[in-house]
Structure formats: structure tokens, C-alpha cells
């Protein structure tokens, strides 16, 4: 994996945003995966930049969601289908035709799993996959002990996940216990994962994502065995990096035109 480390969360929006925009000048009918939660907003507020600065057409793109809590009424507001289509495919000129995402209103949740999994491959697979990070190492809802070849279904969230997702909500008690997230092994299966982690409260979960050793007990260790996976942290979150100094090295000599 690729560790990239950047002054701050504009910087890594930025940089995120503009390897989305090239995958998108390469490839127009892209299906990004995108993620949650508010580490991943500098990317999507710097690339709704680059699109209405003209820098990038993504009228064909699509947009494919990684998670979903279960039982939220069609249309609440922290549904993260409303997130999306509010943080990212609105603020891209998107209408909801461009946008995939599991059903958490379904009277079958596990019938909508399965289905949503098999429409990410009928629609060719995930070009690209943005990930955050849970302070617990969870990317997507795959919480700790998630097996590492998941495929799209429910789980149940930690205390501590509802805890750190109740500043969304009015109380603790109005967060779901049941979520659907796109398995450890669907998330495998994308084309290009890159994570940003930002702020010092991150900085464990990272290390062991990055230099421990790969575990279901720490869902995001999983991007060790992905060909293309790129983690992007800020200095607070690279804090407990062993290696902090040589994947600084390793990329200030990287060529530019390798990109992210
Ligand atoms: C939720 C989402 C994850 C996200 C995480 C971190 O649990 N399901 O996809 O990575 O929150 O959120 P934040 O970036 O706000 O710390």
C-alpha cells in the first residue's frame, strides 16, 4: 500500500479529488465509490470545485454508496443515501440515475444485500473506492471481526460507532443498531481503494491498519492485501507511524506522472 502523507485535510481532499478527476478524464463512466462520515467532505467540496471550474466532466460518472443504516424512514436526512445525494451527487451536477445504493428500507434486508452486491458487479465493478476509517479500524460498517472475504450484508454497530455517529443525530438512542455495509471482500473486489484518515484521533486505528499485522480485528488492515490501495492521512493521524519517514521519502521520489 501506498501512504501518503499531507499537511492537512484540505491538501489530502485535494489530492483525492484531483486522482478521481484524472480516473474520470481516463475513464468518463467511472463508478466511484464513496464514503461517509466527515472526513471524506474536503474531497467532494474540492472535486464540486474542479467540476464547476470546468476541469473535469463527470456528467457520465456514476456514484455507488458503501454503507446504509437500517429501519431510518425513506428520506431522513442522515440516511446516507440523503448524505450522498446531498454531499456529493448533487453538489456534482448528478441527478439520483447516476446514483447506486443498498435499499435499508427493504422489508428483506438480506434479499437487498445480496442485491445490491450483484449490481455492483453488473455495473462493471468499482473503479475507485473512498474510504474513511472508525476509530475502531472499521471501514465501511465492517466492524471489528468482520471476516475479511464479507460480501454485502447486515451488521450490527459497536457502542463505540454509535457513539462516534450520534453527533449526526438529536440523541445516542436515534442511531440505528443495524446497518448494511458493502462486505470487506466487495470492497476488495474495486479497482483502486483510498483511504483518508485525518486527526489525531485516527492515529491508532491507522498504524495498525498500515504497520500491524492483517486481522479481522482490524477491518481497514485488509487494504495490505489490495493491489492498488492508497492511504492518505494527515500529520496529527500519521502521528504513530513507525514509518512515517520513509513513505515521506518514498513519495517526495515518486514521478508525477505516476499520480495517486
Ligand atoms: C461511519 C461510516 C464510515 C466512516 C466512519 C468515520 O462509521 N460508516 O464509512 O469512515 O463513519 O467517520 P468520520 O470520517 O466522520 O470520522
Redesign the pocket.
Known amino acids: 500500500m501506498e501512504v501518503v502523507i499531507v499537511p492537512d485535510a484540505k491538501a489530502g481532499g485535494e489530492l483525492i479529488a484531483e486522482a478521481i478527476a484524472a480516473l474520470v478524464r481516463r475513464k468518463p463512466e467511472a463508478l466511484l465509490g464513496v464514503?461517509?462520515?466527515?472526513?471524506?467532505l474536503p474531497v467532494y467540496e474540492a472535486l464540486a470545485g474542479t467540476v464547476r471550474g470546468g476541469g473535469v466532466d463527470v456528467s457520465r460518472a456514476r456514484i455507488c454508496q458503501?454503507?446504509e443504516y437500517v429501519g431510518l424512514p425513506a428520506g431522513h436526512p442522515e440516511s446516507y443515501r440523503s448524505v450522498v445525494l446531498r454531499e456529493v451527487v448533487e453538489p456534482l451536477g448528478l441527478g439520483e440515475d447516476a446514483f447506486m445504493g443498498p435499499d435499508g428500507t427493504a422489508a428483506d434486508v438480506q434479499a437487498a444485500c445480496e442485491a445490491y452486491d450483484r449490481a455492483l458487479g453488473e455495473a462493471g465493478g468499482v473503479d475507485l473506492q473512498l474510504?474513511?476509517?472508525?476509530t475502531d479500524g472499521?471501514?465501511?460498517?465492517n466492524e471489528p471481526c468482520s471476516s475479511l472475504a464479507s460480501r454485502t450484508r447486515i451488521k450490527t454497530l459497536t457502542q463505540q460507532?454509535r457513539e462516534?455517529?450520534a453527533r449526526f443525530f438529536d440523541s445516542l438512542e436515534e442511531v440505528p443498531h443495524h446497518v448494511i455495509t458493502q462486505g470487506i471482500g466487495t470492497i476488495l473486489e474495486a479497482r483502486h481503494l483510498v483511504l483518508l484518515a485525518t486527526g489525531e484521533g485516527k492515529a491508532d486505528a491507522v498504524a495498525q491498519s498500515v504497520e500491524g499485522p492483517v486481522s479481522a480485528l482490524v477491518p481497514a488492515s485488509a487494504l495490505q492485501l489490495h493491489p492498488h490501495a492508497t492511504v492518505v492521512v494527515d500529520e496529527a493521524a500519521a502521528s504513530k507511524l513507525k514509518l512515517a519517514d520513509y513513505f515521506r521519502a518514498t513519495y517526495a521520489a515518486k514521478p508525477e506522472w505516476q499520480g495517486l
Open positions: 464514503a461517509t462520515g466527515s472526513t471524506p458503501l454503507d474510504l474513511g476509517i472508525g472499521h471501514i465501511g460498517f460507532t462516534d455517529n
